[in-house]
Every structure is written in structure tokens, then in C-alpha cells.
């Protein structure tokens, strides 16, 4: 049994998404042999020297829940998001998981995946097209690593804020997937299923490209009252609602 996970925007402000996680780690998680996180596991992530520092309890807290299932035998893997692109060798050092590229081919004896987070298909917002561009740079990682930790987390808050603020004066379209460049994404990559995130617009789409139906699944982003993550029992993908359980 493989799992499929996305979005769930860890974040110091929301404790109680961070409990829903953890507690998924240590019981859902554990009958599956693998699990893919599919990008912005956290609503930030400044650089892994944060997990040197003694008083990130987030980052220390979801990396030690990572180490501890990963050592009962589940093979955990991840691709960056949009939020968290900057998560690195030493955070996967630290937690066991291990960093996929995007789009990631996933191929198991009976069928064939694509996996990625979903943003670089929404190539209609050229604004954050641009920005994913530069960020994306080995250069500019190299540059913004070297900032102080304090000054790195600011920056990411202060960008969090305007992109949010962006967000509110955006056309819907421009912060979903293009179809033409799904259906070219699609063709390039063996009209394998698409699994991704990022939109948070839950659904199956059925695409056909070139003449073949090809289905693309969105996972649903986490919330306080609910996760979600996707089953492939090795004949079908079916959705699971994650709700809190009252404390014993
Ligand atoms: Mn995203």
C-alpha cells in the first residue's frame, strides 16, 4: 500500500494540523509501505540550520515523527513545494525521508505515476512563475542560505504575507493548472496518472490526450478539522478523510 499526501503548510500558527500530522505518522501511515508527500509539508522553511536551533520546536517535533516512521520500515519520500523549496540534505539527513525531483515517475509493477507538486503547471501566473524561476536557482539559494536564520525566516514570512495578499486580488484561473500545458506535461511523461497538490482543489480529472484518457488526482490541502491523503491498494487510488481524535 503506497500513500499520497500534500499541503499540510506545517506552521508553528496552526498546532492542531501539526497534531493531526503527527498522529497520522505514528498510526495511519504505519500499515503503508511508502508514503510521498507531494510539496508544501511546511507553510515555510527557512533553511535546515533551523533544525540546529533549539527553540524551532515545529521543525524538530515533524522531523522526529519523520525518523520514527521511517525507522518502523515505511520508506518515506518528498518533493519540494512552493513553500517549502529550500528544504535540503539535512533535513533528509535528519528525518530519513528522502528528496524526489519534480515531476517524479513512479513506476510499480501494475501501474504508472507521475508525481509533482502541480505548481509548475500554472504557468498563467507569470508573476509567480517568475519568482519560482529565480528561487529555483542554485545561485540564488547559495546567496539566500548565507543570510542570518532570523533574517531568512522574516524574509519568508514577509513573502508569505504578500503572496497572500496577491492571492485575494487573483483571477481563479490563474491559480489552477493550464490545460494545455497538463496535456503536454501528461504526453512528456508516458500519459502515466497524475497525482499533485498544490491548487487545493480536490478532484479527478479525466484528461484526454492524444487520444488516451489519462486521470489527473489533486490531493486536498490539510486543515485544524481535516487531512486527507490517497490510497493506491495496487489496484485503486481512494481517498481517506483524516479527522482529529479526541485526546485519551
Ligand atoms: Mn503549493
Redesign the pocket.
Known sequence: MILFV??LHLSPATPAVTHLFVDFLAGRARAAERLFIL??LFEAWPGDDCLEDGEDLLAATVVGALREVVGSGVEVSLLH???DFLLGEGFAARSGVRLLPDPFVLSLPTWQFVLS???ALCIDDTDYQTFRAMVRQEAWQKAFLARPLAERRAIAMAVREQSEVAKRGKAGYLMDVNLGATEDFLRANGYATLIH???HRPAMHEHIVDGIAVERWVLADWSHTRGECLCWDGEQLLRESLVPQPAT
Open positions: 500534500s499541503d510539496g508544501d513545494g512552493n513553500r507538486h502541480g505548481d497538490g498544490h491548487t
